[in-house]
């Protein structure tokens, strides 16, 4: 198998602060990877640091081989790379159908100002095929023509991800997915992309704080701390691992969240 | 050599000093309501204006003392309208968007000099000069130095304005109310967590900067030759470039700012005269720049300083949790109720064409037309505004671009009107995509603002070259455009096949902007005002798509300029397009729908049809038994309600960024559509009953 992105010894650091310090991560093809830290670990840095949002202070990141270190947030979407949002982000406005329609056009290159004028720009009846499939997928057909404002929020995370598919991405990172779900639909959540995943056959970069989630959904984990990868490998074992234990699962054992008071 | 290039330098520098100190004062000013607020009051200007006309008027009409004059009008009128503003609007607007504030306070400096200029029974008269506040005071000089001689008035300046920026710097370090106004300044959460009222302590600050406006206003008002209320527009874009340089955060650099504007520009107005003696090209730039610098200077710090920029994401937290807006009323509209609203529509302009075709006389053909010609014009704002979202304040520029490129072709090349509008339009659309490219960095408020100064500058110094407004001296006699000529086509022959002309172009563009909005170009604009980093996410490219929406739209805006321009057989710059103009012009359709077709059609028909068919009480006269002769006698009303009843409908935008028409279409239109959606409902659950019966 090869690494789709290998990024390399990324640092950050904001006015003084070190956010991060020498991460490197390797996420191979078809894979399902996460990457776990207490509260200002540097996920989100990091993340942002993958995605373009920030310009890490050094380090490269490369895509399918290719050094994607300068290129702007779109231009990395464009390559392949799509996202789902901690906090939803969806188009308002907009009924489900036409995020995932958007994303298609975009993704395909079709639109142009004089195709526009004459009437080609509105959405094509492949294109709603093509559509209407992926919403099938995600188990969201029947919403197709709802508002994404009536939308709840694990159905919202659902569209964000059918919104990324659209645009064929051999990597797809998920920023928080469980966060503000409950325990069945993040399980529900948990499903669903793991079936369309067997189906498509993408990366996964998994970024999280809920431990059963990662335990269940990853395969290789890494772990952040202080800015710095304190431990990776299978996800298993990592977890097992004893810096980690300390560092962000303090003495519990994984599953005893539950017995707390 | 060297000697008198330093004297000259002092001399510059004693010379920016009083304009400085006043510039100082306003940026202060501006902002203190900025950081206690969040407004970004462009209504800054109008207050400063209706400070200095009150004084005037109390001065010369009323011959009161200087005293009570100053009083009245900016110890009494000017906290006063601040105060009612931040009462009756801002307060309660503390959530609403950067963006929605400034088109309210956009919409306030329209209607507010309309509206004391009709309750005062104000008008500028030329040839009456405003005095200052100290008796004799553009006549008596003081030379302290011995190479630059101050007259009273600025010395009057210079004392007063660092007297309030005294009492301002004593007020906050001496006083409780001052310490809490400056915890709000710094962060107004905090402040409101440690249990002070930050709405007291925003009244407060409102009621301050409006003085200082107030006394700016009447300080700079001996510098003017008549009291106009645009000229006092271009003291919002000097408060502005203070505030900028402060980054709007820091009233210490707000000052400074203020200062080095005034020094910046008495230096340049020495200097670059005498550059431009050795080199003749820069000679019109020397001539025109000067009025110009604020706008210059304003534009480039926008553009140039990457510190603004970051500054910008830390001005406005509560840009990312704008409320949606909301859908459409024609996205939820039952067929039903479309089909009867197109029935009423085709019946409707029947009846208006078959009057315009056949009974109006040639007055009202003119208006009818110059209504769907701004109709057109207008159809760019729906573009920029209503589909991209963002405010541009240059469409009027854009749109005088048009006009100017028919007359010149047509004046030197003789060309075909017709095609020089198109080249006039292919023009505008590339000055607007060069435009777009430097300030879409910034966005949002500063993007507004930008476009703003570019308007000045465009007022201020384009107009005035020989190859766009045909130099000043053309602009008295008139950029005559003359009607095309189409093939046997003559549409000069009559107003009514102009009119034909005017409509053919308008469903043109009408259908190309639908055409836009429901394409790849409208979806993808959508896409980025509903969550910028998740279109960005999907690559689209906000730069791009926001270039193309400039384009466009200032391709609109050209080839309505030049339709008006020949239309009115002159570019008639001053009359049509002027920076004051396009700002009516957004807040006109904003107020109405800036969203929708529909909506630009209205806001046309408002700006033209309302004054003579509304204010003039013409639409009486086609009831039964109403003639001219028994009016009632109210009528006419003065035409200028009309920027005061628009301006202040924009207030409504916070709450209803859809517009008012659009918002009354849906409200009116609900309770039929929920009947007729209720009966398909009905009618389904009986078919299947009925089905469920057969089986």
Redesign the interface.
């Given at each position: 198998m090869t690494a789709i992105l290998e990024s390399s010894r990324i640092a950050k650091s904001f006015s003084g602060i070190q956010a991060l310090t020498d991460v490197s991560i390797d996420v191979m093809e078809g894979e399902r990877v996460g990457l776990i830290g207490p509260n200002g670990a540097g996920k989100t840095t990091f993340f942002n640091c993958l995605l373009g949002v920030l310009t890490p202070d050094t380090g490269t990141v490369r895509f399918h081989d290719r050094d994607i270190s300068e290129l702007p947030v779109h231009k990395r979407a464009q390559a392949g790379i799509g996202r789902t949002f901690q906090r939803i982000e969806l188009f308002s406005d907009t009924t489900v159908r036409e995020h995932l329609l958007i994303a298609e056009r975009v993704h395909n290159e079709r639109g142009s100002f004089w195709k526009d004028l004459i009437g080609r720009g509105r959405p094509q009846a492949d294109e709603i095929d093509r559509c209407d499939a992926v919403l099938e997928l995600l188990g969201l057909a029947e919403l197709g023509d709802e508002p994404v404002e009536a939308l709840s929020l694990g159905q919202g995370r659902l569209v964000e991800v059918g919104r990324a598919l659209m645009t064929e991405p051999s990597l797809l990172l998920l920023d928080e997915p469980s966060s503000g779900l409950d325990r069945e639909e993040t399980a529900a959540l948990a499903t669903t992309l793991r079936e369309i995943q067997a189906e498509k056959g993408f990366a996964i970069l998994l970024v999280e704080h809920d431990v059963d989630l990662v335990a269940d959904f990853t395969e290789r984990l890494y772990v952040l701390d202080f800015g710095s990868l304190i431990a990776e490998g299978p996800t298993a074992e990592t977890l097992q691992h004893p810096a980690v234990r300390t560092a962000y699962l303090g003495t519990l054992e994984v599953g005893d969240q539950e017995a707390m008071p | 050599m060297l000697a008198s290039f330093g004297e000259d330098f002092f001399r510059a520098l004693l010379q920016g000093t009083p304009p400085g100190t006043v510039y100082a004062l306003i940026g202060l000013g501006f902002v203190l309501t900025y950081k206690t607020s969040g407004v970004f009051n462009l209504a800054f200007g109008a207050q400063a204006y209706i400070s200095a006309a009150m004084f005037f008027k109390a001065r010369q009409d009323w011959e009161w003392g200087i005293v009570p004059a100053l009083i009245l009008s900016v110890f009494v009128l000017a906290p006063l309208i601040g105060l009612t503003l931040e009462r009756l609007i801002f307060r309660n607007l503390r959530t609403a968007s950067a963006v929605s504030k400034l088109v309210i306070a956009i919409g306030l400096s329209v209607a507010l000099p309309a509206l004391f200029e009709l309750l005062a029974n104000y008008k500028p008269v030329a040839g009456r000069p405003p005095t200052g506040i100290v008796p004799d005071g553009g006549s008596v000089f003081y030379d302290p130095f011995g190479i630059y001689p101050f007259s009273r008035d600025e010395l009057a300046q210079i004392i007063v304005a660092v007297a309030a920026m005294l009492l301002l710097g004593a007020l906050f370090r001496l006083t409780a109310a001052g310490l809490a106004m400056r915890g709000v300044v710094e962060s107004p959460r905090m402040t409101e967590l440690a249990g002070i009222p930050a709405d007291r302590i925003s009244a407060l600050a409102w009621a301050i900067s409006s003085m200082f406006a107030g006394m700016a206003g009447v300080l700079i008002a001996p510098r003017l030759n008549t009291l106009i209320s645009t000229d006092f527009l271009t003291l919002v874009i000097i408060a502005m470039a203070a505030a900028a340089v402060g980054r709007l955060v820091s009233l210490p650099r707000a000052l400074v700012g203020g200062m080095a504007l005034g020094w910046f520009i008495a230096l340049f107005n020495t200097f670059l005269p005498r550059w431009s003696d050795d080199y003749t090209w820069l000679k019109p730039f020397q001539e025109n720049l000067t009025p110009s610098l604020p706008f210059v200077v304003l534009f480039g710090i926008l553009v140039f300083w990457p510190a603004i920029r970051r500054s910008i994401d830390a001005a406005d937290p509560l840009a990312g949790v704008d409320p949606?807006?909301?859908?459409l009323a024609s996205a939820t509209r039952h067929p039903l109720l479309t089909l009867q609203t197109r029935a009423f529509g085709v019946v409707f302009f029947s009846f208006i064409g078959w009057v315009a075709f056949t009974q109006a006389d040639v007055r009202w053909v003119s208006l009818l037309t110059q209504a769907v010609i701004l109709a057109t014009i207008y159809l760019s704002i729906t573009v920029i505004t209503g589909f991209a979202g963002q405010i541009s304040l240059c469409q009027g520029a854009f749109a005088a671009i048009g006009g100017f490129t028919v007359f010149q072709m047509a004046d030197r090349y003789e060309m075909s009107v017709l095609l020089a509008a198109l080249i006039g339009a292919l023009i505008a659309a590339l000055v607007g995509a060069l435009l777009s490219l430097p300030v879409l960095r910034i966005g949002g408020v500063w993007l507004a603002i930008a476009t703003l100064a570019f308007a000045f500058f465009f007022d201020a110094v384009m107009v005035k070259f020989s190859w766009v407004g045909g130099g000043s001296t053309a602009l008295l006699t008139g950029t005559r455009v003359p009607r095309p000529v189409l093939g046997p086509l003559d549409f000069g022959a009559s107003d009514r096949s102009f009119l034909a002309l005017a409509i053919v172009v308008f469903v043109i563009v009408a259908v190309?902007v639908i055409?836009?909005r429901?394409?790849?170009?409208?979806?993808?604009l959508?896409?980025l005002?509903?969550?910028e980093?998740?279109?960005?996410?999907?690559?689209?490219?906000?730069a791009r798509a926001r270039i193309?929406a400039f384009a466009?739209s200032a391709f609109i805006a050209g080839l309505g300029g030049a339709m008006l321009a020949m239309q009115q057989k002159d570019v008639n710059y001053g009359q049509n397009f002027t920076p004051f103009a396009a700002m009516f012009w957004l807040v006109l359709v904003v107020s109405l729908s800036a969203r929708t077709v529909e909506g630009a059609a209205q806001a046309g028909a408002a700006f033209v049809l309302f004054a003579p068919v509304i204010l003039d009480g013409t639409f009486l006269t086609w009831l039964p038994f109403i003639t001219e002769d028994n009016l009632p006698g109210f009528f006419p009303i003065p035409g200028k309600w009309r920027f005061v009843l628009f301006g202040l409908t924009a207030i409504q935008f916070a709450r209803h960024p859809e517009g008012m028409v659009e918002f009354g279409k849906r409200r009116a239109t609900r309770k039929r559509n929920e009947r007729y959606y209720a009966r398909d409902a009905e009618r389904a659950a009986q078919a299947a009953a009925e089905a469920g019966m057969a089986t």
């Open positions: - | 949606p807006p909301p859908a190309g055409q836009l429901e394409g790849t170009i409208g979806r993808t959508r896409a005002r509903g969550s980093v998740a279109a960005e996410s999907i690559g689209i490219s906000p193309i466009v």
